[in-house]
Every structure is written in structure tokens, then in C-alpha cells.
């Protein structure tokens, strides 16, 4: 059983997918990205799926597309900003921080998340008024973050490398 070297988390906005390619890329490990095991094992988009099936069935295949990398995956993985949400999923980040990974909470203020996010549509969760629902959703996720996070790394005034340079620095320190 494989045990991610890094897992990145956070609200949407933070950096997980642009940090999570440049650190695999520093650290020379594999990337991957549960958002996208999604959208492959599902074969429509986020938006669709929720769309078409609704969020309880994106949070099913989110489940299960977390369970699956963190048990095949040693190189950076990038999480859904939801997929923290999931007693199952907590419990499993917390056993692979226990058997040696970094759980790294990509944090981000609102103002410098809005502007990152937009009114992406690709967002379903922030299709309405993005600035009050992104903080309703950090209001809710920032406690497990926080709890879960073996390290954290406020991107608010730093570039996606710069992100992923701190993070190597981090693992340098460990």
C-alpha cells in the first residue's frame, strides 16, 4: 500500500491543482488530483455531475476517488475542497499522516480567494453569490482543515511556485 508523500487541501481558490503540478514537479513525483478521478470515472464534468446527479452523488465518487488514491498514490495528491467533509475521508488522511504523509492546508483569505475563483461556473458549490457562499463553506471546512493539516502554508501573496518551494522547504525540515 502506497502512501501519498504530500496532500494538498483547502477552499477553493487556495492553489491545490496549480501548487499541487509545480510541487510534483520540484519534488520529481507524481501528481494527481482526486477532482480529476472524478471526471474520468464519471465521464461528464464536476458541474454535470452535479448538475445531472446531484452533489450526494459527486460526494459518493469523491469518496471513493479519495479512498483509492490515498492507498495507490506515493507523489503529490491535491484533494476537492469538499472532500474533507467525509468522516470516512478524515479518518483515512489521518492514517496516512500517521504513516508518514504531509497533509498541507493550502489557506487563503477571502479576499484573495474572490479573485482567484470568480464566478467560475466550474464551481457549482459558488455558482451564487461566491463571495458569501465561499465564506459559508470556510466557516464549515476550516476546523477539519486545521485539524487534519500536519502543516499549513498561507498562499494569499504567493505565486504557485513560491507555494510549492515552501512546501519543499517544509518537507526538508521533517
Known amino acids: ?25 520540484l519534488l520529481s513525483v507524481a501528481w494527481r488530483d482526486t477532482d480529476l478521478d472524478v471526471v474520468e470515472r464519471a465521464g461528464k464534468s464536476i458541474p454535470d455531475i452535479f448538475f445531472d446527479d446531484g452533489e450526494a452523488a459527486f460526494r459518493a465518487l469523491e469518496k471513493s476517488a479519495v479512498a483509492t488514491a490515498l492507498a ?23 492514517s496516512s499522516a500517521g504513516d508518514g504523509a504531509q497533509v498541507v492546508f493550502l ?9 482567484r475563483v470568480g464566478l467560475n461556473r466550474a464551481r457549482p458549490l459558488l455558482a451564487t453569490n461566491p463571495r458569501q457562499q465561499w465564506k459559508a463553506l470556510m466557516d464549515e471546512r476550516r476546523p477539519i482543515y486545521e485539524r487534519l493539516a ?11 511556485d513560491q507555494v510549492a518551494h515552501a512546501i519543499a522547504a517544509l518537507e526538508d525540515h521533517r
Open 1 to 25: 500500500m502506497a502512501v501519498p508523500r504530500i496532500v494538498l487541501m483547502g477552499p477553493p481558490g487556495s492553489g491545490k491543482s496549480s501548487v499541487g503540478k509545480r510541487l510534483a514537479r
Open 150 to 160: 500536519t502543516s499549513t502554508v498561507l498562499t494569499d501573496d504567493l505565486n504557485p
Open 107 to 115: 489557506e487563503v483569505s477571502l479576499a484573495k480567494a474572490a479573485p
Open 72 to 94: 495507490e498514490h506515493d507523489g503529490v495528491l491535491s484533494l476537492g475542497g469538499g472532500a474533507i467533509l467525509d468522516p470516512d475521508t478524515q479518518a483515512l488522511l489521518e
